[in-house]
Each structure stands twice: as C-alpha cells, then as structure tokens.
C-alpha cells in the first residue's frame, strides 16, 4: 500500500534535486555499494503536477481490441509457482524463474528439476527472482544472466548477475551491476535483451513506484541501460563519456518496462505498464527520454489526471498505448516458421487483460492486429526452438501453455 507524500505535491524539477529520491549510487559498480544515508520508505502517491502543461489529447495509435477466441490449439504442458520468466536453451530445454527465488529446469521429456545457487532475493510484492536470459555464446560458455531484486539494508534494489551452468547448480555466480538507489517500491523492469551482434545487452529498470527517478539521470531508475557482458557501461552510449549512471543510459523516462525484444532489422522495442491506463509499446532510440512521469496516456491511480503525451512533443511517444489498461508482460518478436502468416509479428503476453496479443510491425510502425482471450494472466511469452509459441502464467500454479497451429 502506498502512503501519500508531500513529495507528490512538488514540480518535477524541484523532486529531483530534493531527498525525497534515494541517494544515487554508481549504477555500473557491481561491488556492494557503500551504507547510504537513511532514505523514506513511503511511496508517493501521484506524479508530481505539472500545471505549466496544457493537455493535449492523445487521438492517435490507441490499439484496444475487441476480444476474440483464439486461433490455434493450446496445450497445457506444465505449472509453475508465481513465475516471472522463461528462456529456452540451445538443446530445448527450458529455464524458468520463480520469484520467491527458485530456478527451474524443464527437460525436453517435461520433467522439471531445481537448480540451486541462485542469489538472496527480497522476495516480496512484485520483486524476486525475475529475468533469466541465456547468453549468445552458451554453446561454449555455459552462461546465463539472473535480474532479481537483490536484499539491502534499506528496501532492495534491482541487480544483474552471471553464472554457469552445470548440471544441478550455478557455478561461478557473480553479480555484475546494481541499479542502486536502494529503497522501497516494486516495478522492477528487471527484463534481459542481448544485442543483435551478441556482443551487449539492454537491461530495463523500473522507477520502483517512485515517479521522479525516471527523469533524473544520475539515478537508474526508470532506464534503459546498455551494458557490456560484464555489466559495464557499453562503449558507444549516448553519454559515453559522462561516467556514472549516465554513461550506462540508453533511454530514459520509463515506468515499468516488462518486455524488450530486437525485431529482425535490429529495432529495440518495448512493453511498458503505465498507470491507470496508458500501457505502451515503444521504439527505443539511443538517447530519447520517453516522458515518465510528466506525461502518459493515462491517469494517476487516484484519478488525478497525467497530460497525454502530444503535450510534450519533445518526448518520444508510444507508438501503440492502451486504454484501459492491458497490463502488458512479456515482449516476443516473432521468426519462426511454423507460423508463417506471422512471422515479423510482435506478440505480448497481457496480464489484467488475460489476453495474447498480435501486432504487426512494419518498419518503425506498429498495428493492432489481435487480441485473442486467453482467460488467464500471460506473464512472459517465448519462441521455441521448432516455431512454437509458449506462454507463462502468472501466480499460484500457473500454466505453461503451448501453442501450435490447428489442424
């Protein structure tokens, strides 16, 4: 439950340099940061108003649906506890994630083992154990990547770690970034993409229910960061050269960035959940700020109204929002073959909505295509290796669905 704040009363401006943020730490340390000074553990309550802003209404790229039955045959071939993620490796085995902090394999046969050696997790609300991404070299490497929310001495904070595979257990675990800014609030983002050469990664980062951070560039919160295999700032960022958290930002303004995905052309798109409404599906360029919290398709969850996104046209606006919300999750790009209607399509894994949801993508322009009613939260959705589309519920034994063409 959030509490109100005086800080939701404040101009943005006047948040950022205030206390009422956690004190920066250097996001691109992964050694355990220093004891920060005492920081509040309440969340505010709305954005932070803005009345020098005249709305203007959003008229265009609003992708609701009418629900519709689905197209193809759904099997169930598994639960899971309250999972987050999941990621095929090279032989079709599956990882998935648990957020109370279990990692388990699924064998090509359907029996599912724990590995153990994973990291201290804080567990609670919306954090955990949350992303697991396998690393383009894991032929050779064995390497795979873990986003969770990590135990700190003041709330927790989102951290990045590295380890090898073996056959029951991870071996060689180490954590190789922290976002810092340890304190209170769930929105995690917490989602893995390699980059197309294999050589990088984009990692999201959620504003922890906090608002401002996301336009504060010393704190990585509510970013995109693009970071090196090892958890440093990448070379060629847009603010390369200014160290810190800034020299690891790709992209920032952000709420909480649930889905990541490269289309075939090398374009970084996005799923975002906004508030009340105004849940997104954005083109990540280097060094566009996306306008959180000054401005969104949607609404504060009090009803205090956020100005749409044309009011500031010098931010980067979604290319597809929705309103009512969907709560969008998991993010994939499809280019497989055994649909091959599909193929280019982005699909996005719709948990308040309990839908699966097609958008074809042409160039750098998205259209709603479909919203097929799944009567379940979709967590994460993924590729399998023979053209497969598999789903991944939310919660208490939640399904793992598997879905095929008919006939």
């Known amino acids: 439950m959030t509490r109100f704040s005086l800080c939701a009363l404040l101009p943005l401006s006047a948040l950022v340099?205030?206390?009422c943020s956690a004190a920066p730490s250097p996001a691109q340390n992964a050694a355990a940061p220093a004891a920060s000074p005492p920081v509040s553990m309440e969340l505010p309550e709305n954005s932070p108003l803005e009345p020098s802003i005249v709305n203007v209404p959003a008229t265009t790229g609003h992708a609701n649906l009418a629900p519709s039955a689905?197209?193809?045959?759904?099997?169930?071939?598994?639960?899971?506890?309250?999972?987050?993620?999941?990621?095929?490796?090279?032989?079709?085995?599956?990882?998935?994630?648990?957020?109370?902090?279990?990692?388990?394999?699924?064998?090509?046969?359907?029996?599912?083992?724990?590995?153990?050696?994973?990291?201290?997790?804080?567990?609670?609300?919306?954090?955990?154990?949350?992303?697991?991404?396998?690393?383009?070299?894991?032929?050779?490497?064995?390497?795979?990547?873990?986003?969770?929310?990590?135990?700190?001495?003041?709330?927790?904070?989102?951290?990045?770690?590295?380890?090898?595979l073996g056959a029951s257990s991870l071996e060689?675990?180490?954590?190789?970034?922290?976002?810092?800014?340890?304190?209170?609030?769930?929105?995690?983002?917490?989602?893995?993409?390699?980059?197309?050469?294999?050589?990088?990664?984009?990692?999201?980062?959620?504003?922890?229910?906090?608002?401002?951070?996301?336009?504060?560039?010393?704190?990585?919160?509510?970013?995109?960061?693009?970071?090196?295999?090892?958890?440093?700032?990448?070379?060629?960022?847009?603010?390369?050269?200014?160290?810190g958290v800034r020299a690891a930002t790709w992209s920032s303004g952000h709420r909480n960035p649930y889905g990541l995905a490269f289309d075939s052309a090398g374009r970084l798109w996005e799923t975002e959940m906004g508030p009340k409404g105004g849940d997104e599906l954005n083109l990540i360029l280097p060094g566009r700020n996306y306008g959180w919290p000054i401005v969104s398709n949607g609404d504060n969850y009090s009803g205090q109204p956020i100005p749409d996104h044309p009011s500031r046209p010098d931010f980067e606006a979604p290319k597809l929002w929705w309103n009512p919300s969907?709560?969008?999750?998991?993010?994939?790009?499809?280019?497989?073959?055994?649909?091959?209607?599909?193929?280019?399509?982005?699909?996005?894994?719709?948990?308040?909505?309990?839908?699966?949801?097609?958008v074809t993508l042409n160039g750098d322009t998205a259209t709603p295509a479909d919203q097929w009613k799944m009567d379940m939260r979709i967590r994460d959705v993924v590729q399998a290796p023979d053209g497969a589309i598999w789903l991944l519920g939310d919660g208490d034994d939640a399904k793992l669905l598997r879905l095929t063409p008919k006939g």
């Open 17 to 19: 340099i205030t206390a």
């Open 70 to 164: 689905p197209s193809f045959t759904i099997t169930q071939i598994g639960k899971f506890d309250s999972p987050f993620a999941m990621a095929f490796l090279p032989d079709g085995r599956l990882l998935v994630t648990e957020k109370a902090g279990h990692l388990k394999l699924r064998a090509t046969n359907g029996s599912v083992t724990e590995i153990t050696g994973v990291p201290k997790v804080a567990a609670d609300g919306q954090g955990g154990l949350l992303d697991v991404a396998v690393a383009p070299d894991f032929a050779t490497s064995k390497r795979i990547y873990l986003s969770y929310s990590e135990p700190r001495s003041q709330g927790s904070s989102l951290a990045l770690a590295s380890a090898t």
């Open 172 to 243: 060689n675990l180490k954590v190789i970034w922290r976002a810092g800014s340890d304190g209170p609030g769930g929105q995690f983002g917490a989602v893995i993409a390699f980059a197309p050469d294999g050589k990088s990664l984009f990692l999201s980062s959620g504003e922890r229910q906090r608002f401002t951070p996301a336009q504060d560039p010393d704190q990585a919160l509510g970013k995109i960061l693009h970071l090196t295999l090892d958890g440093q700032p990448a070379p060629g960022n847009p603010m390369a050269s200014a160290g």
């Open 326 to 358: 969907i709560s969008p999750g998991g993010l994939l790009l499809y280019s497989g073959s055994m649909f091959p209607a599909w193929k280019g399509s982005a699909f996005i894994g719709a948990l308040s909505a309990e839908a699966l949801i097609r």
